[in-house]
């Protein structure tokens, strides 16, 4: 069976999850299966190629960016919707070779499973969508974001309470707020013009390494959340239709310190909160 096909069958049945960093924190079984039949399919293609993915880093790989092609995979980006059934669940894989921190993957790719929606990009290929071009829409006004998600619970109350969501300054570039639930297809809208920005202090390198190619190659931009360059590993990233826009957000962004991914690389969270049946 093909590994989206195993999300969709998994997505209405009932499923163990477990917590890792927080209640939003989830992981499942089929978070684990996807992510390690990917790596085998493409470990058997591909012996020397290394991996950066999210279920195997909680079980206590490190997170290392070396010159070697890696692949950085998200099996599951919006397992808490998965879990509870909300639509929007996605697959994340990104590629780069010679340790491109700041410049963009070789390709990205984000399969909305629900939707059955293919997102992806390749280096000065272009960005697609189920075969269409996208393009980002070069406006301001429409904003993605992940308010609940972080490993620190006084982040996300701070997020689900709305302090730190949208600060006031930002309502000059923000007239309306959407929560997909998953970072990746989030990002994606801005790839497609749906939405003209996302920006979030906190994600994972594998939540945001695919989309953030699919951006750039659909005309729109990544950069950190303090306006330096993209770095998918620190944890930082505004994704926006046009620089200008980007430049705003970077602006009037609240920061908190957040550690990044490549620090004290190994982050065994094995173990985790506890476990529901959902
Ligand atoms: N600590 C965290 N807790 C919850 N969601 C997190 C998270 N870090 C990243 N996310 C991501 O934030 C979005 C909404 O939860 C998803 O893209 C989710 O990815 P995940 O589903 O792969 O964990
Ligand atoms: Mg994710
Ligand atoms: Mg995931």
Same mark, same amino acid.
């Given at each position: ?12 049945? +009932?499923? +163990? ?6 209640? *939003? ?20 293609? $591909? ?9 195997? %880093? ?6 290392? #960016?070396?010159? !070697? ?24 894989i990104a590629f780069t070779v010679n340790k491109q921190v700041k ?7 984000v399969y909305s499973c629900v939707e059955d929606k293919l997102f ?8 697609? #969508? ?13 904003? /993605? ?17 709305? #302090? ?5 300054? &930002? #309502? ?9 639930? /998953?970072? *990746?297809?989030?990002?994606? +809208? %801005? *790839? /497609? ?5 996302? $920006? ?11 989309? !953030? ?5 659909? @005309? @729109?931009?990544? &950069? ?8 998918? &590993? ?10 200008? %826009?980007?430049?705003r957000i970077s602006q009037v962004i609240q920061a908190f310190p ?16 506890? %476990?529901?049946?959902?």
């Amino acid at each position: 069976m093909c590994f989206p096909q195993i999300i969709l069958n998994a997505f209405k049945q +009932q499923k +163990q999850v477990h917590l890792k960093s927080s209640q *939003a924190d989830l992981v499942t079984e089929t978070d684990l299966r996807v992510e390690t039949i990917l790596k085998s399919a493409i470990r058997d293609k $591909y012996p020397v190629h290394r991996f950066i993915g999210e279920e195997s %880093v909680a079980a206590g790989e490190c997170v290392e #960016l070396t010159d !070697s092609p890696t692949w950085i995979i998200d099996p599951i980006d919006g397992t808490a919707n998965f879990v509870h059934r909300f639509p929007f669940v996605a697959i994340s894989i990104a590629f780069t070779v010679n340790k491109q921190v700041k410049a963009p993957m070789e390709f990205g790719i984000v399969y909305s499973c629900v939707e059955d929606k293919l997102f992806y990009a390749q280096k000065g290929r272009g960005a697609f #969508l189920n075969g269409e071009p996208l393009n980002a829409s070069g406006q301001e006004g429409g904003i /993605t974001c992940e308010p609940d998600s972080d490993d620190d619970d006084e982040v996300r109350w701070q997020g689900l309470s709305g #302090l730190c969501c949208i600060p006031d300054d &930002m #309502l000059c570039v923000c007239f309306s707020v959407r929560a997909l639930g /998953t970072a *990746a297809v989030d990002m994606c +809208q %801005v *790839a /497609t013009g749906g939405a003209d920005a996302y $920006y979030h202090i906190g994600m994972h390198c594998w939540d945001i390494a695919a989309s !953030s190619i699919i951006v750039q190659e659909a @005309g @729109g931009v990544v &950069m950190d959340t303090d306006g330096s360059p993209f770095d998918m &590993m620190s944890r930082r990233v505004i994704a926006a239709s046009s620089t200008a %826009v980007a430049n705003r957000i970077s602006q009037v962004i609240q920061a908190f310190p957040c550690r990044r991914d490549d620090e004290d690389q190994c982050r065994c969270i094995c173990g985790g909160k506890g %476990v529901n049946s959902v």
